[in-house]
């Protein structure tokens, strides 16, 4: 069976302290539920886990992998609540949660950050067993993953489409 885990980064700073960019959260959540849709349109069991909160609620981002036919509106009704604060690194929350995903699932991670706790959890996950994907949405250069990881540099991509609309909107 195919499954996948979308996973969203909600972090767009290092360090809480310095605030989010929206733009980065917003081009973040729309790689998520882009790869969301992708996979369950094949038939994917699709799954989401965060480390950002939903706007009503205090704790991390869950939905178990599942191709029933409700699983993608409630994915992406998850994603349009996820708030600008997280609720820990995500790399700690990886650690903690690899057990629950479905063994064999690839995991898509939708990052605008790669501190290099967060490389060495995909290098980490990627070594157990699963396949990661990065969508990297970041404005600047990312680092250098594991040969086992893949990433995608989607930031110039999504810069692209956002002057392409500017320019429409004139």
């Given at each position: 069976t195919?499954?996948?885990?979308?996973?969203?980064?909600?972090?767009t700073?290092?360090?809480?302290?310095?605030?989010y960019?929206?733009d980065?959260?917003?081009?973040t959540v729309?790689?998520?539920?882009?790869?969301?849709?992708?996979?369950?349109?094949?038939?994917?069991g699709?799954?989401l886990?965060?480390?950002?909160?939903?706007l009503?609620?205090d704790?991390?981002?869950?939905?178990p992998?599942?191709?029933?036919?409700?699983q993608?509106?409630?994915?992406?009704?998850?994603?349009?609540?996820?708030?600008?604060?997280?609720?820990g690194?995500l790399?700690?929350m990886l650690?903690?949660?690899?057990?629950?995903?479905?063994?064999?699932?690839?995991l898509?991670?939708?990052?605008a950050?790669?501190?290099?706790?967060?490389v060495?959890?995909?290098?980490?996950?990627a070594?157990?067993?699963?396949?990661?994907?990065?969508?990297y949405?970041g404005?600047?250069?990312?680092?250098?993953?594991?040969?086992?990881?893949l990433?995608y540099e989607?930031?110039p991509?999504?810069?692209?489409?956002?002057?392409?609309?500017?320019s429409?909107?004139?």
């Amino acid at each position: 069976t195919h499954n996948l885990v979308v996973i969203l980064n909600a972090d767009t700073t290092k360090y809480v302290w310095e605030g989010y960019f929206p733009d980065l959260l917003e081009k973040t959540v729309t790689a998520a539920a882009s790869i969301a849709s992708y996979a369950f349109e094949r038939r994917y069991g699709v799954g989401l886990f965060s480390n950002g909160t939903p706007l009503l609620a205090d704790r991390p981002l869950k939905i178990p992998s599942s191709r029933d036919p409700q699983q993608l509106p409630v994915i992406l009704e998850a994603l349009a609540t996820v708030g600008p604060f997280s609720s820990g690194p995500l790399a700690k929350m990886l650690a903690q949660e690899a057990v629950r995903f479905p063994q064999g699932a690839t995991l898509a991670v939708a990052t605008a950050l790669l501190p290099e706790e967060l490389v060495n959890a995909l290098d980490y996950l990627a070594k157990r067993s699963h396949k990661v994907v990065v969508l990297y949405v970041g404005d600047d250069t990312p680092p250098r993953l594991s040969p086992d990881v893949l990433l995608y540099e989607l930031g110039p991509y999504l810069a692209s489409l956002d002057q392409s609309q500017a320019s429409h909107a004139r």
